[in-house]
């Protein structure tokens, strides 16, 4: 549905997306993550056309964006809805003109757009807020009133730019559980524009990191996580403090295994002692994922390696 080969973006001579290439599949949620600066705006507007590229090919529906017309982008943008983080409604309008704006710029009758608007102020929960305007709404009212306007014209995509880093923790999950909700009965494609790490954890499924304009980790959210690169530790906060005496192993529990006393048995079966260094579960679209690391003595690291691997635990030396 998305596909972004080698693709190069300067401002100036600022080269601001370097070499970034990425694959959103119909249906997918997919991240684009990393600290402000990392260019993470800029390559989502690359996808319907709002920012220009110097080299690099980006096709959405199997079409190059940097081939289209302007009346053509404008017919392909009818596919793509886009949400932002300051929303970006009309003051002077209520919800339901705003919402009703897309299909009255595309000619739609009167009983249409009633029956539209309507069907989607009731997905979003706002239908009795018809009349009210922006002023009136709380921030996490006024992204909704967004999300609905968005989809207005049945988008196969939406992309959202940062929409939830203005809104507080509650109000932020309220709004990716809304978004969750519309890719699973809609079966549309979303890309996720966020540094906000507890966003993509809970419903993105793939995801890259960013930095400088290039990619420097990529995949499935739960490998990103759960067996993260030294530059996605850093991104997270995260530093390993490790015994210098004994064996450190890493060890990495798949949805499967997450919720199994795997090493409380190992303990016992193997009759050995160990410490546990760090540990974290993590809930990854709704699936408990953990990640552990244990010290052992070196005399037991054969016959604990061999446990693990027996037992479909991912494991590394660290």
Same mark, same amino acid.
């Given at each position: 549905?998305?596909?972004?080969?080698?693709?190069?973006?300067?401002?100036?001579?600022?080269?601001?997306?370097?070499?970034?290439?990425?694959?959103?599949?119909?249906?997918?949620?997919?991240?684009?993550?990393?600290?402000?600066?990392?260019?993470?705006?800029?390559?989502?507007?690359?996808?319907?056309?709002?920012?220009?590229?110097?080299?690099?090919?980006?096709?959405?529906?199997?079409?190059?964006?940097?081939?289209?017309?302007?009346?053509?982008?404008?017919?392909?943008?009818?596919?793509?809805?886009?949400?932002?983080?300051?929303?970006?409604?009309?003051?002077?309008?209520?919800?339901?003109?705003?919402?009703?704006?897309?299909?009255?710029?595309?000619?739609?009758?009167?009983?249409?757009?009633?029956?539209?608007?309507?069907?989607?102020?009731?997905?979003?929960?706002?239908?009795?807020?018809?009349?009210?305007?922006?002023?009136?709404?709380?921030?996490?009212?006024?992204?909704?009133?967004?999300?609905?306007?968005?989809?207005?014209?049945?988008?196969?995509?939406?992309?959202?730019?940062?929409?939830?880093?203005?809104?507080?923790?509650?109000?932020?999950?309220?709004?990716?559980?809304?978004?969750?909700?519309?890719?699973?009965?809609?079966?549309?494609?979303?890309?996720?524009?966020?540094?906000?790490?507890?966003?993509?954890?809970? @419903?993105?499924?793939? !995801?890259?990191? &960013?930095?400088?304009?290039?990619? =420097?980790?990529? $995949? %499935? /959210? *739960?490998? +990103?996580?759960?067996?993260?690169?030294?530059?996605?530790?850093?991104?997270?906060?995260?530093?390993?403090?490790?015994?210098?005496?004994?064996?450190?192993?890493?060890?990495?529990?798949?949805?499967?295994?997450?919720?199994?006393?795997? @090493?409380?048995?190992? !303990?016992?079966? &193997?009759?050995?002692?160990?410490? =546990?260094?760090? $540990? %974290? /579960? *993590?809930? +990854?679209?709704?699936?408990?994922?953990?990640?552990?690391?244990?010290?052992?003595?070196?005399?037991?690291?054969?016959?604990?390696?061999?446990?693990?691997?027996?037992?479909?635990?991912?494991?590394?030396?660290?």
């Amino acid at each position: 549905m998305i596909k972004i080969q080698n693709l190069k973006k300067y401002y100036s001579k600022e080269l601001v997306i370097n070499d970034v290439s990425l694959e959103v599949k119909e249906g997918e949620i997919y991240a684009l993550v990393g600290h402000s600066g990392a260019g993470k705006s800029t390559l989502l507007r690359c996808i319907n056309g709002l920012e220009n590229y110097q080299s690099g090919s980006v096709q959405v529906f199997g079409k190059e964006i940097a081939t289209l017309k302007e009346k053509e982008l404008r017919v392909f943008r009818k596919d793509i809805g886009m949400i932002f983080q300051h929303f970006a409604l009309m003051s002077r309008k209520n919800v339901f003109e705003n919402v009703a704006m897309p299909l009255e710029i595309h000619n739609f009758d009167k009983s249409t757009i009633q029956k539209r608007v309507n069907e989607l102020l009731d997905l979003v929960g706002l239908l009795t807020k018809s009349k009210a305007y922006p002023n009136e709404l709380s921030g996490g009212q006024k992204q909704r009133v967004a999300i609905a306007r968005a989809l207005a014209l049945n988008p196969k995509i939406l992309l959202s730019d940062e929409a939830t880093s203005a809104l507080d923790p509650n109000t932020t999950n309220n709004i990716l559980e809304l978004i969750a909700k519309i890719n699973q009965e809609f079966n549309i494609s979303v890309v996720l524009v966020t540094h906000e790490m507890e966003a993509v954890k809970q @419903i993105a499924q793939k !995801a890259v990191l &960013l930095e400088h304009g290039q990619i =420097i980790g990529q $995949g %499935k /959210i *739960e490998d +990103l996580f759960l067996k993260p690169s030294e530059k996605m530790r850093e991104f997270l906060g995260e530093s390993d403090f490790l015994p210098q005496n004994g064996v450190n192993v890493r060890l990495y529990f798949c949805k499967e295994k997450a919720n199994q006393s795997i @090493i409380t048995h190992m !303990a016992r079966s &193997l009759n050995i002692d160990f410490n =546990i260094v760090w $540990g %974290k /579960i *993590e809930k +990854l679209n709704n699936n408990a994922l953990g990640n552990l690391v244990i010290n052992i003595e070196a005399k037991d690291q054969e016959k604990v390696l061999k446990y693990l691997q027996e037992n479909g635990v991912i494991w590394e030396l660290v």
